[in-house]
């Protein structure tokens, strides 16, 4: 049972239930929402609130995770926001197996770093690849076409994106 | 020791000893291989012909949809939620779309729904089709991919008929569907619905009780039910290892609580009863689809929000105000409240969800396409784990990943 000390906030988004609890106790609050009965992860990404206008978010990332209880067939979503650079969240890839690839997804569009992963690499983009192209500083369409005959080498992303 | 063999294929000598005396051999499978239905490279691992190790390698077809449609409002990212699982493109739409009514909080006329399972069902059956198809070439019956194609190509001339498209229909859109169903296409429909259930006994009839088919599914590819729980495996590849999930009956949208059909599973586990689900969910697709053509009701096909959808063509002629909403909405979009909404659907290959940020304006902060293929392509090293190579392409089938679906 998810104890409520570690829940910062919670609340519900369109019909969707959501808590949102510090970044450090990420491990702890899904091993607690794991033993509720919410074992499948159904996915887990990040949001970029780079230049919101709004003001309501604390940081600039945030990671969510969507779980879903089978039995209940309930779903909620666990939010932390997390800043810095990399910014930096612990690993859930041992409570949830799926969470690999999207915690290596997530690495490789946001750089967002998932501390204990056993194999934190980029995986849809090319392994030489600058850049964590889904932030909202990454251009759309900054990048030459392979093939032209202009450019030296494809990769024209910012080096500091 | 790094040996190039011939057509792309590079084999490295590990110095593990494997349990056969010899070596330990890496193979790169792939990323071009036929059997990998796209662009898929396997590292895998060999002792002898038993694969020890196996690293899916993604990426080729990543096409950055989920950036691009950052950059387009939100009627226009229908366009491209279409194209990252290529074979099933209403699943796309409509998981973009449920998602939006969330958080624009509408709810579409009983017909549009009905309109919107009738094109699921379809694609659902197009898409086992070309799956059927494609494993049956595999796996030595090359004559299932003509019978395939032939329906396909009849799900196809629907496509078109209702939406302009036979293949990127882009016609479930937030508010409703792109047009009413045309007389024609009921007709075709009909008479869809009278033939598929021979078609399928069709294929029964070569592959069910094939020899060489049985021998090389049965057994290969074990994935426990509870493996296949832990390792977050959906759509067949949890029903065929005898998991009853399915979210038309576990968590019902656009009206499916309202249709009569069964989940269909098999307790077998391992690739033929994946093969047995998929049969069977076609033959369901079917059911569900003459009960949407008998009871489809009268009515709009899209909600009757100005702001949202564009007025019919008649209106522009008569009405100001009918103008001004078609210039603003393809001018400028429309806006969604600010939030965060997740749907998902029940596509052919598992969950399809997609998970939408809004920060109020008329772009999308974030569209995440949850795909089923992505997560379905994880418990591929244990179910080929000690298998010989070739089984390895059974296994690979039958996990139906689409490859732009895996890499979006």
């Given at each position: 049972m998810i104890s409520d000390n570690l829940i910062l906030e919670r609340g519900v988004s369109a019909g969707d239930a959501w808590i949102a609890v510090a970044p450090e106790n990420v491990h702890m609050a899904l091993g607690a929402l794991k033993e509720e009965?919410?074992?499948?992860?159904?996915f887990l990404t990040c949001v970029d609130h780079l230049?919101?206008?709004?003001?309501?978010?604390?940081?600039?990332f945030e990671v969510v995770y969507e779980l879903r209880?089978?039995?209940?067939?309930e779903l909620i979503r666990v939010r932390a926001f997390i800043d810095g650079d990399p910014p930096r969240i612990d690993s859930v890839h041992d409570l949830f197996p799926p969470a690999n690839w999207d915690e290596r997804e997530t690495f490789d569009m946001f750089g967002v770093v998932f501390a204990g992963h056993p194999d934190l690499t980029r995986i849809l983009?090319?392994?030489?690849?600058?850049?964590?192209?889904?932030?909202?500083?990454f251009p759309v369409g900054g990048e030459v076409v392979e093939f032209s005959e202009e450019h030296e080498t494809w990769q024209t992303a910012p080096e500091k994106a | 020791m790094t040996t190039e063999i011939g057509q792309g294929i590079t084999v490295t000598k590990t110095g593990e000893q494997g349990a056969f005396g010899g070596e330990l051999l890496t193979i790169n499978f792939g990323?071009?291989?036929?059997?990998?239905?796209?662009v898929l490279r396997l590292i895998v691992d060999l002792d002898g012909e038993q694969v020890r190790r196996l690293k899916p390698v993604i990426?080729?077809?990543?096409?950055?949809i989920e950036k691009q449609a950052e950059a387009l409002r939100w009627q226009q990212v229908v366009v491209v939620t279409d194209r990252h699982d290529y074979l099933s493109p209403p699943f796309n739409n409509l998981s973009y779309a449920l998602a939006v009514e969330k958080l624009l909080g509408v709810e579409v006329p009983p017909r549009a729904n009905a309109l919107r399972v009738i094109m699921c069902e379809l694609t659902r059956i197009s898409s086992h089709l070309v799956w059927l198809g494609t494993s049956g070439i595999e796996l030595g019956a090359s004559t299932m991919l003509m019978y395939c194609f032939r329906e396909r190509d009849t799900i196809l001339d629907m496509n078109e008929e209702i939406s302009?498209?036979?293949?990127?229909?882009?016609?479930?859109r937030p508010g409703g569907v792109m047009a009413d169903a045309t007389p024609r296409f009921l007709e075709l429909l009909d008479r869809f619905c009278n033939q598929m259930p021979g078609n399928i006994d069709e294929y029964e009839a070569l592959l069910t009780m094939n020899p060489i088919f049985r021998s090389r599914t049965i057994g290969i590819g074990r994935l426990p039910a509870e493996d296949a729980k832990v390792l977050g495996a959906t759509g067949p590849m949890l029903r065929g290892s005898g998991?009853?999930?399915?979210l038309r009956k576990s968590?019902?949208?656009?009206?499916?609580?309202s249709y009569d059909f069964e989940v269909a599973t098999s307790d077998l586990c391992d690739c033929y009863g994946r093969y047995l689900v998929r049969i069977k969910e076609m033959r369901e697709s079917v059911k569900i689809l003459r009960q949407a053509l008998d009871g489809?009701?009268?009515?709009?096909?899209?909600?009757?929000d100005r702001k949202v959808l564009p007025p019919p063509r008649e209106e522009l002629e008569t009405s100001m105000e009918a103008v001004i909403h078609h210039f603003k909405l393809f001018t400028e979009g429309y806006t969604v409240p600010a939030g965060d909404a997740y749907a998902a659907v029940e596509s052919g290959r598992g969950e399809n969800g997609c998970y939408v940020v809004s920060d109020?304006?008329?772009?999308?902060r974030r569209v995440k396409f949850r795909s089923a293929s992505f997560v379905n392509l994880q418990p591929l090293e244990r179910m080929a784990m000690n298998h010989m190579v070739a089984d390895m392409v059974a296994i690979i089938g039958t996990a139906d990943a689409v490859l732009g679906d895996v890499d979006r």
């Open positions: 009965g919410y074992r499948l992860l159904v230049a919101d206008s709004s003001g309501q978010f604390p940081a600039r209880n089978m039995e209940t067939r983009m090319p392994d030489d690849w600058v850049g964590h192209p889904l932030r909202r500083d | 990323p071009h291989h036929p059997s990998t239905h796209g990426g080729y077809l990543h096409t950055g302009g498209f036979r293949m990127h229909t882009s016609y479930i998991v009853p999930w399915d968590m019902p949208y656009s009206g499916y609580e489809l009701p009268d009515g709009p096909v899209n909600i009757d109020g304006t008329h772009k999308p």
